[in-house]
């Protein structure tokens, strides 16, 4: 049984419909979603309804779930210095919750937190968290005390846009790096491939460029940071007042 894990497709369209021929190419049985569909992209309903219309199975994330719980993202960036972004977000929030709409919404809403078969368990982040997980630097006991719980031979999260492979003595656990934003320097899409118990990271090249002259025609707030981030394929530090 091949099966793909694509996470964190954070509203980008164009990406997502790279990885998808990839994961075609690839030749999967089955493609899970693990979570953070939305935020950050210029294309927002058109993620849900290709990935609903393709009937993937999959879990929500933190950039979903602040959709209907923004006040989860004061709690988790209550600090002083987490200020600028915390603006960002609700707007990045206000402008997503209209794109989509209350039927979309509702169907983020009724996502799971776990996806279990096959001998893999799909999460976003931690087992029962969205938004804590490990690093990519973590260690193996740190891996192993989080995920071994489930008692699954293969774990994949996402949240992180960090991709990595871990095997470890009684599970494997990898991370599905992300379709949009990627945080490891390498700006193509990611996404995860178990095959029988092995799991690779495939790269995906896509048009970047016509993702971000998308943001920037539809008005998205802040675009050009959003921009910044998707060429480097690294996180940079959100624009002061005077820059935005």
Request: one cysteine or more; a negative charge; charged letters at 25%.
């Amino acid at each position: 049984m091949r099966i793909a894990v694509v996470s964190d497709v954070h509203g980008n369209f164009t990406a997502l419909e790279a990885v998808i021929a990839d994961v075609n190419d690839a030749g999967a049985d089955l493609v899970v979603h693990g979570g953070d569909l939305l935020g950050g992209g210029a294309r927002q309903r058109e993620v849900i309804d290709r990935i609903r219309d393709l009937g993937w199975p999959g879990v929500f994330g933190n950039a979903d779930e602040m959709l209907w719980h923004p006040d989860l993202v004061a709690q988790h960036l209550s600090a002083p210095a987490y200020q600028r972004m915390r603006d960002i977000v609700f707007q990045h929030i206000a402008v997503t919750v209209d794109s989509i709409g209350p039927e979309r919404l509702a169907w983020l809403r009724a996502l799971p937190v776990r996806w279990s078969a096959h001998d893999l368990t799909v999460v976003h982040a931690g087992p029962d968290d969205v938004w804590r997980s490990p690093s990519a630097k973590a260690s193996d006991e740190e891996l192993e005390t989080t995920y071994g719980s489930l008692g699954s031979p293969c774990v994949v999260y996402g949240h992180i846009h960090h991709p990595f492979v871990r095997r470890l003595p009684s599970l494997t656990v990898a991370n599905a790096g992300s379709v949009s934003l990627s945080y490891d320097g390498d700006p193509r899409a990611a996404y995860a491939l178990v095959d029988d118990g092995e799991i690779t990271i495939r790269r995906v090249e896509y048009d970047i460029e016509r993702e971000v002259r998308d943001l920037a025609a539809i008005g998205f707030p802040f675009a050009s940071w959003v921009g910044a981030m998707l060429r480097s394929g690294t996180f940079v530090p959100p624009p002061s007042d005077d820059e935005a």
